[in-house]
Structure formats: C-alpha cells, structure tokens
C-alpha cells in the first residue's frame, strides 16, 4: 500500500499543475503581508474605528497573529479551487491518459488502488496547508512580532493573550485541514465519472459554490437543511479564537466557547469524508474499464 502511495504522490508532484496551487498561496500572501507591512496602520486603525470610543487596546495590534488570521479568512474560501485542480484529476487524468485499463492489469485490488489514490491526494492538502501555516503565521510572526490576538467580530470584540494563541492555531490549522479533506474528497468521488479533468473540477467547485449560498440563507426552509451541509461546517475553524466568560465577563483563558460545537462540525466532516471515499470505493468497483 505505502508503495502505491508513493508512486501516486511522485506522479502528482510531477506534474507541472501541481505548484500551482504552491505559487499563488506563496504570491498572495506576499503581497498581503507586503502591503500590511507598509500601510497595515491604517488598516488597524480602520478596525479600531467602531469600538475606540468603548474599547482601549494596549500593545502591538497589528502583529503576526493578527495578520494570520486575516489570511486565514482570506484564503480558506479560495484553497478549494486549488486542492479540486489535484483531487479531481486522481482518476479522471488516468482516465484521459489512457492508463487507468493498463493500471488496472497488476495485480492490486480495486479498493486498493482507490484508496491509495486518496491517500496521495490527502497528502497533498495536508502539505498545502502545512505550507499556509508556515507562510502565514511562521513567516507573519517574525516579521510583525507577537502581542496579543484583537478580534473584531460582528457583534463583540475577543482578545486572546498572546501566550493563549498558538495552540489556537493549532487547533484551527488541524480543523482546516478536516475541512479541505472533505473538498479533496468530493473532488476524489466526482474524477470517477469522467474523462478528463475539466468536468469533476467545475463540479466540485459548483458543489461547494451551491452548498455555501445554501449555508449562508437565512430562509427557514433552508435553515432545516444547513446543519447537514459540509459547507456549513468548514468555517467553523474560527470557534477556535472565542473563549469563555466569567460571571463578571472576564475572559477565562485558554477556554473554548463552543467546544461541543467544533467537535460536532468536526464528527459532521469526517462523515462527509467517510461518506464520499466510500461512495468512491463502490463507483470504482463498478466502474467498466474496457470501454
């Protein structure tokens, strides 16, 4: 199995699409943190604007944590695209290349195949996203240093000690990650029904594109259905950066506000992967070759 995992990643790394995905995450938090870097005080000044007047913030606003996390806001909507360009052309390319029949005559079973396909796919993500941590919060810290973590919600403002945030991170890098593998997975399901790679990525990206208007309506009918969407459920990463109050609304440190909301989302995702592995499995297994 491990062999058949590493031809699988060797072929995907390969393959000149593959730093794509690598490129533009690296081209755009340059410039992100570029531009912060140069004029990021007026940004924290247009943050502050609304609760200055309520709200006095000590030390560093603008630091590393701060502009990791409106990385991560910024560019967990757009990883999708770039993990579907990988996942949904795992069996799709073969497919188009004419390899998948003669892939086919060895000696390995077709649940096998299948899951070391995933398998690969899965490491991809899983050092994508290693890639944004670094890029976004590594990097970010040694150029705008550490202070504490000031956010700006909708309805309230949250801050974290600075020595109360890393394991947030944590956290939330390994929520994300449980979020992209349940794209890698769909985009995995949908490379099963076709020949070549254009179709299983537009509807991998259509998928996720109509599930996420659905997630974001206030219509109560589909208010009944939003709990059972994935999509519902991938930006729950943030639960991670609130945290209790006191009866006298102090912030309890290293506290979670929502913990049983972030392992319910989490159990919803790993069911959705589950769910869409399994159906790829099956489909594969039914799957005429020959034609």
């Known amino acids: ?51 200055k007047q309520s709200f006095d913030f000590e030390g560093k ?19 999708p695209l770039l993990i579907a360009l990988i996942a949904a052309d795992m069996i799709s390319g073969e497919a188009n290349l004419g390899t998948l029949r003669l892939l086919l005559t060895k000696p390995i079973s077709r649940t096998r195949f ?27 810290v040694w150029i705008f240093g550490t202070d504490d973590l000031f956010i700006v919600k909708s309805s309230y403002a949250v801050q974290l000690a600075e020595d109360d945030v890393l394991w947030r991170y944590a956290g939330a ?49 589909f208010q009944k259905i939003q709990p059972y969407l994935f999509t519902t459920h991938m930006v729950n990463w943030k639960e991670f950066f609130d945290q209790q109050v006191d009866a006298d609304n102090i912030a309890i440190s290293g506290s979670l506000q929502n913990p049983e909301k972030i392992a ?12 869409f592995l399994a159906a790829s499995v099956w489909v594969f297994r039914k799957k005429d070759v020959l034609t």
């Open 61 to 79: 606003l603008l630091n590393g944590y701060l502009v990791c996390y409106i990385l991560l806001q910024l560019l967990l909507v757009h990883v």
């Open 173 to 221: 890098f390994g929520y994300a990650l449980l979020s992209m593998l349940t794209v890698t997975a769909l985009g995995f399901f949908f490379s099963h029904f076709a020949s070549n790679s254009i179709g299983p990525i537009v509807a991998t990206m259509s998928v996720i594109v109509f599930f996420t208007i659905l997630s974001t309506m206030g219509i109560p009918i």
């Open 1 to 51: 199995m491990l062999t058949l995992i590493r031809i699988e990643l060797y072929k995907i790394f390969r393959r000149p699409r593959t730093y794509i995905a690598f490129a533009a995450i690296t081209a755009l938090i340059t410039v992100i943190q570029v531009g912060l870097s140069i004029d990021g005080e007026a940004y924290a000044d247009f943050v502050m604007q609304t609760i």
């Open 114 to 140: 299948t899951l070391a396909k995933f398998a690969a796919a899965a490491v991809y993500t899983f050092l994508l996203l290693v890639w944004i941590a670094f890029l976004s919060l590594v990097v970010s």
């Open 264 to 275: 319910r989302s989490a159990m919803i995702l790993i069911l959705h992967i589950a769910g």
